[in-house]
């Protein structure tokens, strides 16, 4: 696609409930970065995706927080038993083929999904 | 551990003046640097990015920041600040990817720094 998609947009849910939140990174991008940014927060790094390497888990919070990429696309950040706390905007990001020179490491973000846990 | 630092979260200057956002970074090699702008009810919009050879990088919207090793700073300037410019901006570090295995590198972000622009 033209950019990265998240869906989406907004989410309101019940304490206690499961969620998924989904994004679609530019078509190509091997990266794929999950961050959470919280009112007055900066951006917490969540989990990192990159070709077919294991992925960088070490931002999630706790283990209610998930992430998978199906087909090196897709991505779906699932957060079980959700908590108050959990309540913030869960951003997206893609960036190109990392080795393949300076020019790629560019992450390009998503609008992000405002979760509101009530 | 990488790491950002921006020491100023809100900052307000008036229209025409000068701005200097500043970023402290730690990285335990040599770092990729990179700035980021949010607008309200806006994604992330990348401003300029520093990888290597020349200190001073221009980005877009006549935004430009200067690299110090020295002092492990990457500080954003702006010789005339418009309103539109108020946002948050948000200074991030990452690092050469591990080509050899096919791994990479997050970017880490600092909290940022709220910009408000009197008119």
């Known amino acids: 696609g033209a950019g990265v998609s998240q869906s989406p947009s907004n989410k309101v849910t019940e304490k206690g409930k499961d969620v998924e939140l989904r994004c679609d990174p530019i078509?190509?991008?091997?990266?794929l970065y999950w961050y959470r940014q919280s009112l007055g927060q900066g951006l917490e790094f969540l989990i990192y995706?990159?070709?077919?390497?294991?992925p960088d888990k070490s931002g999630l919070p706790s283990d209610r927080f998930s992430a998978e990429r199906t087909g090196g696309s897709v991505s779906t950040l699932t957060i079980q038993r959700t908590q108050q706390e959990d309540s913030a905007v869960y951003l997206c990001?893609?960036?190109?083929?990392w080795g393949a020179g300076p020019s790629t490491t560019e992450a390009f973000f998503g609008q992000g999904t405002r979760l509101t846990v009530v | 551990a990488q790491s950002v630092t921006q020491p100023d979260i809100h900052i307000t200057v008036s229209e025409g003046a000068s701005l200097e956002l500043r970023c402290n970074y730690s990285?335990?090699?040599?770092?990729?640097l990179f700035w980021y702008v949010q607008s309200p009810g806006q994604g992330l919009q990348l401003l300029l990015k520093y990888f290597s050879g020349d200190t001073l990088v221009q980005g877009i919207k006549g935004f430009e920041a200067e690299f110090k090793r020295s002092q492990s700073s990457f500080n954003l300037r702006k010789p005339s600040v418009h309103w539109s410019d108020a946002a948050e901006y948000f200074c991030?570090?990452?690092?050469?990817?591990?080509?050899?295995?096919?791994?990479?590198?997050?970017?880490?972000f600092g909290t940022g720094t709220q910009l408000k622009v009197e008119l």
């Open positions: 990285y335990g090699a040599t770092p990729y």
């Open positions: 078509s190509g991008h091997t990266a």
């Open positions: 990001a893609s960036s190109p083929l």
């Open positions: 991030a570090v990452g690092g050469r990817p591990y080509i050899l295995t096919g791994g990479g590198n997050k970017l880490t």
């Open positions: 995706f990159q070709g077919n390497s294991a």
